[in-house]
């Protein structure tokens, strides 16, 4: 399970960089791979079969061969696939002119969709521009038919790159704009804990001031409060400084926040979600008094953020299990439901905002999240958060 919840990881943070993650470069190959045989290596055996040649079609099949093996390499190395299927595919059509040369250079136009997706756009226009170099080939064997055909195919596979690419394009601006907000968000909570533990230290020292002399004991009790609070204060500090970013040059607007997100009412935000038809089991191991208010805030909205997720993207779901356990050094959370994902939630097609907050919350207290969908049906999110807060 810990591997799996790896390799999830690993494929949103290479989506998140605009690369194909190992298992999407698979699956494009596979695809890819699948589309040229059943195109390509049918054309070749039906024009082989009326040539009679069986020397000329064994070797046309081989280019066929190489170009499927070339295009294992297509999402690391694009340009150098390209050329090569460009060669390899000009030779099986003047082997077999039968061939249009369209279908021959099949898998030239793939990887030029690729290239096109994955690279700087200059570099993309240059390949599409040698792409176009074989249009008086085509022109020369099918008429203007075939040049139309062939330099319409080219300019739809480089146009479909293009497509995804701006799509990638969003999709990373979406990913920053919702770390910006979060962080935003962390640093307004922060501020108002801050100012509740300070106000706290405040009265705490007028108390010790005032009976110093008469009540020693007293006092020096406010005074360890204080000391309490101002450890607390410090935390929180920290955070809101690892939160904090260059000013934008918008102002920002405090907003008026219920006090006290905690752990200790999950009972409450269990009930808001069962008021909407959904079952809520909620499992406790471990005292959550005394963590640190920072951690605390994270792990409390990191459940809030999953169960919301739960109601929104897991279609079909009607029971949510939430698990808290805290350890002497870790608060572990567990949130699993019983639905079908939706797609808004894969890494490899939505940005997933709730997901990006709950990574984003955790990585500021030195913690970790991980989600992903179950084997056997259910969308799981699992969370590890250190007891002592941001390293």
Request: glycine content about 8%; aromatic content about 4%; overall charge positive.
């Amino acid at each position: 399970m810990e591997g799996s919840r790896g390799q999830q990881d690993d494929a949103f943070a290479a989506e998140a960089r605009g690369e194909l993650s190992p298992r999407t470069a698979r699956a494009l190959w596979a695809g890819s791979a699948g589309l040229v045989l059943a195109v390509l290596g049918t054309s070749v055996l039906v024009a082989g079969a009326e040539h009679g040649r069986r020397l000329l079609v064994a070797v046309a099949v081989a280019l066929v061969l190489a170009q499927v093996c070339a295009l294992r390499w297509q999402a690391r190395a694009p340009l150098t696939v390209l050329a090569a299927n460009t060669v390899t595919g000009i030779a099986a059509w003047a082997l077999l002119p039968a061939v249009t040369l369209t279908g021959a250079l099949l898998a030239a136009q793939v990887t030029l969709c690729v290239l096109s997706a994955t690279r700087p756009r200059r570099v993309s226009v240059l390949a599409l521009a040698a792409m176009c170099l074989p249009a008086a080939a085509a022109s020369a064997a099918g008429g203007p038919a075939g040049l139309a055909v062939y330099l319409l195919t080219v300019v739809l596979a480089w146009t479909a790159g293009q497509w995804r690419r701006a799509q990638q394009e969003r999709t990373r601006a979406e990913m920053r704009r919702a770390v910006v907000e979060e962080r935003a968000r962390i640093a307004r909570e922060v501020h108002d804990v801050v100012a509740h533990t300070l106000s706290v230290m405040i009265v705490q020292a007028g108390a010790a001031d005032d009976v110093f002399t008469e009540r020693p004991d007293q006092a020096r009790q406010a005074l360890r409060a204080i000391e309490t609070g101002a450890r607390s204060a410090l935390g929180e500090l920290r955070l809101m400084l690892r939160a904090f970013r260059p000013d934008t040059g918008e102002d920002v607007v405090a907003e008026q926040r219920a006090p006290g997100p905690s752990l200790a009412r999950l009972d409450d935000l269990a009930d808001t979600v069962r008021a909407t038809g959904t079952t809520v089991h909620v499992h406790r191991e471990g005292a959550t008094d005394g963590l640190p208010t920072v951690v605390d805030l994270a792990a409390y909205r990191i459940v809030q953020e999953a169960l919301t997720n739960a109601l929104r993207h897991a279609v079909g779901a009607d029971e949510v299990s939430v698990r808290v356990t805290v350890e002497s050094e870790w608060v572990r959370i567990s949130v699993v439901d019983n639905g079908r994902t939706a797609s808004t939630l894969e890494p490899a097609t939505g940005v997933g905002r709730g997901l990006v907050g709950m990574r984003e919350r955790a990585r500021l207290v030195g913690g970790s999240v991980h989600a992903g969908p179950l084997p056997a049906g259910g969308f799981e999110v699992t969370a590890r958060l250190p007891v002592g807060g941001a390293p």
